[in-house]
């Protein structure tokens, strides 16, 4: 029983979708209606600055955070911690208010991962970062430290914890679905952190 209120209440913190509370509250705007219409960071910095796609990951870390500290409290072990991330993700992806069109749950798996196993979500979180560089792109990192976690924590064990986590992997696969297809097309949109960073430092022009 436990797992069923894990998984619920981490569904109801999911909903809680800070792109949609920012661009209502703060820019009285609907992030769906511009961009790629998803309700989520890359979005929001994209169309509306990066300052509002730093707010938005924020956020969406902050309910998580505070949704795992409940659960840890309330309900103390991972597996439990696993069933509320997967909640989180499903109602972060596909929120009941918003009929199902939500986000991808990068920043809820992220913080997910480093709550879960900080040493083991650090390292696969450079991982993916590392990739972002070397692929200058969005779409398959995440998905690749999240699979790198999940094989990990499945050999690791628990073993249901680590099954959990291959199914949030599996929701945040779905979400992707379309992006990954323009990847293998080589369609997908190219994101340079390097050249962003040494461009913000001044030393290109």
Same mark, same amino acid.
């Given at each position: ?65 505070? &949704? +795992? $500290? !409940? ?8 597996? =439990?911690?696993?069933?509320?991330? %997967?909640?989180?993700? /499903? ?32 390292? &696969? +979180? $450079? !991982? ?8 200058? =792109?969005?779409?398959?990192?995440? %998905?690749?430290?999240? /699979? ?55 030393? /290109?022009?």
């Amino acid at each position: 029983m436990t797992r069923v209120w894990s998984l619920l209440i981490g569904y109801a913190f999911g909903n809680l979708l800070f792109a949609m509370i920012i661009g209502k509250f703060l820019l009285h705007k609907n992030p769906t209606k511009y961009g790629s219409h998803n309700p989520g960071t890359a979005n929001m910095g994209a169309v509306f600055g990066k300052k509002w796609g730093i707010l938005t990951c924020l956020g969406d870390l902050a309910k998580t955070l505070i &949704c +795992l $500290l !409940i659960i840890h409290a309330v309900f103390p072990g991972q597996v =439990n911690i696993a069933y509320a991330g %997967l909640g989180l993700i /499903l109602g972060h992806c596909f929120p009941i208010w918003m009929q199902g069109r939500g986000g991808k749950g990068v920043a809820v798996a992220a913080q997910l991962l480093v709550f879960y196993d900080w040493r083991a979500g650090f390292v &696969c +979180l $450079l !991982i993916g970062l590392l990739l972002v560089i070397l692929m200058k =792109n969005l779409t398959v990192s995440p %998905l690749v430290f999240v /699979l790198i976690f999940s094989v990990y924590e499945t050999i690791k064990g628990p073993v249901e914890g680590g099954i959990v986590l291959l199914v949030c992997l599996a929701v945040m696969a779905y979400k992707f679905r379309y992006d990954i297809v323009d990847f293998v097309q080589g369609n997908g949109k190219r994101v340079d952190v390097l050249y962003s960073i040494k461009k913000k430092m001044g030393i /290109l022009k």
